[in-house]
């Protein structure tokens, strides 16, 4: 495998051998990043062909000064958050204050959890609430961000995500009365 810097060079002289290497190096990892902000493959791969067209065609400012996955990555964000925001997810949804009957009342952390079940949950969340969450939850971003990035309100933020948590502590619980009401298997010999 070549190092970052060959992939990079050879990208800006726009050598196709190159940019497929670079495709088949980070489009598993990116596509992973996608599929948290979009629920649907179909458009996960779509996006995450959107956003390789804006890696090749800036890769001129790509300068070093941090890891090459992390910059793809940070594009590959930037271009689902577009995609999302073209679909305006959270224009019908509750303020903060309207939900605080039905959200956890103390900072309950979500227990240890399998990777894959927790980003199926994630998955199964309203977009808004989905990419709200990603953003803070995920990605580290505090709301003052994600409202600039999504270009909503700083409240909307909070909002979707406090909605985010709520339902997946919903889920949560009720998976534990699922798998508490099963009775222990007994084993006849």
Same mark, same amino acid.
């Given at each position: 495998?070549?190092?970052?810097?060959?992939?990079?060079?050879?990208?800006?002289?726009?050598?196709? #051998?190159?940019?497929?290497?670079?495709?088949?190096? *980070?489009?598993? @990892?990116?596509?992973?990043?996608?599929?948290?902000?979009?629920? $649907?493959?179909?458009?996960?791969?779509?996006?995450? +062909?959107?956003? *390789?067209? @804006?890696? =090749?065609?800036?890769?001129?400012?790509?300068?070093?000064?941090?890891?090459?996955?992390?910059?793809?990555?940070?594009?590959?964000?930037?271009?689902?958050?577009?995609?999302?925001? @073209? +679909?305006?997810?959270?224009? +019908?949804? $509750? !303020?903060? +204050?309207?939900?605080?009957?039905?959200?956890?009342?103390?900072?309950? $952390?979500?227990?240890?959890?399998?990777?894959?079940?927790?980003?199926?949950?994630?998955?199964?969340?309203?977009?808004?609430?989905?990419?709200?969450?990603?953003? =803070?939850?995920?990605? %580290?971003?505090?709301?003052?961000?994600?409202?600039?990035?999504?270009?909503?309100?700083? %409240? #909307? $933020?909070?909002?979707?995500?406090?909605?985010?948590?709520?339902?997946?502590?919903?889920?949560?619980?009720? !998976?534990?009365? #699922?798998?508490?009401?099963?009775?222990?298997?007994?084993?006849?010999?």
């Amino acid at each position: 495998m070549q190092d970052e810097y060959e992939l990079v060079e050879g990208c800006r002289r726009q050598n196709r #051998t190159v940019q497929r290497q670079l495709y088949e190096r *980070f489009a598993g @990892k990116l596509f992973v990043v996608c599929k948290r902000y979009i629920r $649907s493959p179909d458009e996960a791969e779509d996006v995450l +062909q959107d956003a *390789f067209v @804006k890696i =090749y065609r800036h890769i001129d400012s790509f300068r070093f000064e941090c890891p090459l996955e992390a910059w793809l990555k940070r594009i590959v964000i930037n271009t689902a958050l577009k995609h999302i925001r @073209k +679909q305006k997810p959270w224009e +019908q949804t $509750s !303020d903060v +204050q309207e939900l605080a009957p039905i959200l956890p009342q103390s900072d309950e $952390s979500l227990p240890a959890l399998n990777y894959q079940y927790l980003l199926q949950l994630i998955q199964e969340l309203p977009p808004g609430c989905r990419t709200v969450f990603n953003l =803070y939850a995920i990605e %580290g971003y505090n709301h003052i961000e994600i409202a600039d990035l999504l270009d909503i309100a700083e %409240g #909307t $933020s909070k909002s979707q995500y406090a909605r985010a948590r709520g339902l997946l502590m919903q889920k949560l619980r009720a !998976d534990e009365r #699922t798998l508490t009401d099963i009775p222990p298997r007994t084993t006849t010999t």
